[in-house]
């Protein structure tokens, strides 16, 4: 019990970090470009949001303020790549990124993005778009650029994905193949009419046969029940390969999976469509098993361990 604590600890922790690698915290630009008047020639040095507002109130202003050398729009890439940090703000849940720019006669004046909590004037949210401000020949345009007030939602089901993910991945190492022993007890075989297919006397095999395994391990979460199936596998010069289903079992979850069978008789007929099993001398039992899963892949898997046998080269007379 304790052990499985730690390995699903384990996988949680893998998948917080699967999921905070996949979404970083959110974050937006929070710089003022102080716009094309200023160059790298300008005196701005050491200048503040003071400064640059004259102390007015409710300017939108935010440091850095950035400048580029020859008044154009900064080149956000680079200022994200070489001062991501520094020029930016993380985004709290409804929060928006939001950018404010001045023109005067329609000529950009300096713009400033920013976290904000944007409210309309009914008090609402508002999550994104554009809104224009006119005064006169200065024209304000705010652009509230993402909403990220379902960033928790995307983060849990990152998690989620993840964890099913990784619960899968589980299932698929799981190596669903075991040892089986197997004997036959009993070999007989009679020459009969095999009235169903023609008139002709067809070999019929009868067999008793002992099988031992422990499958209870392959019962993992994913696993609803299993078809377990023997068959007999032998070559003729009539077929290069006969298969012969002679006994099946079906274990669903839950039941005893250890199975310890004594002197067992076949569920089927071991017909051959021929006289191919007398004398034969090499006749294998093979133990298989369909996985019937909750989700995902059904794999068919052979166990380990398998019994070689062979008929008598005389057909029995007597009753079986
Ligand atoms: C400003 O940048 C221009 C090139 O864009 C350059 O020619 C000039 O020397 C720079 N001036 C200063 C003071 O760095
Ligand atoms: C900027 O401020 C620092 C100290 O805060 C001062 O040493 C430096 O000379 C200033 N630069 C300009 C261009 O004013
Ligand atoms: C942006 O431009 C407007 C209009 O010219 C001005 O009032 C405001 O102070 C400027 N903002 C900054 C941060 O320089
Ligand atoms: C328009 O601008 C003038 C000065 O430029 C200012 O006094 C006035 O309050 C502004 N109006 C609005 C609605 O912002």
Redesign the pocket.
């Known amino acids: 019990m304790h052990r499985y604590n730690i390995f699903i600890a384990l996988i949680l922790g893998t998948c917080t970090f699967i999921a905070v690698a996949q979404n970083p915290v959110p974050r937006c630009f929070d710089f ?1 470009w ?2 094309p008047r200023f160059t790298n020639e300008s005196v701005f040095m050491n200048a503040t ?1 003071q400064d ?3 102390m ?1 109130n409710g ?3 935010r440091e850095p303020l950035v400048v580029s050398y020859d008044g154009s729009w900064p080149d956000v890439h680079y200022i994200w790549k070489n001062y991501g940090q520094h020029a930016s703000c993380v985004l709290a849940n409804n929060d928006v990124c939001a950018q404010f720019t ?1 023109y ?1 006669n329609g000529h950009v ?2 713009s ?1 993005y920013m976290c904000t909590r944007a409210v309309d004037n009914m008090g609402q949210a508002v999550t994104s778009g554009c809104y224009t401000q006119v005064n006169g020949s ?1 024209t304000t345009r705010t652009c509230l650029l993402l909403t990220r007030g379902n960033a928790i939602l995307t983060y849990t089901l990152s998690v989620l994905a993840c964890l099913t993910f990784l619960c899968f991945l589980s299932t698929l190492t799981v190596d669903y193949r075991t040892a089986a022993q197997m004997n036959t007890v009993k070999v007989v075989v009679k020459n009969v009419p095999d009235y169903g297919a023609s008139r002709e006397r067809n070999d019929l095999g009868f067999l008793t046969f002992d099988l031992k395994t422990d499958l209870s391990h392959l019962f993992n979460w994913n696993v609803k029940q299993l078809f377990l199936y023997l068959t007999a596998e032998y070559t003729t010069t009539n077929n290069e390969l006969n298969q012969v289903v002679l006994w099946d079992k079906i274990i669903l979850r839950g039941e005893n999976a250890v199975l310890d069978f004594k002197n067992m008789n076949t569920k089927y007929y071991f017909w051959d469509d021929g006289n191919g099993l007398k004398g034969h001398n090499n006749v294998t039992l093979t133990l298989s098993w369909n996985i019937i899963p909750n989700a995902g892949l059904l794999p068919n898997i052979q166990a380990i361990g398998q019994h070689s046998f062979k008929f008598p080269t005389d057909y029995t007379q007597t009753k079986v």
Do not use: D, V
């Open positions: 003022t102080l716009g949001c640059a507002t004259r007015a300017i939108p202003c001045y005067f004046e300096n400033t200065f």
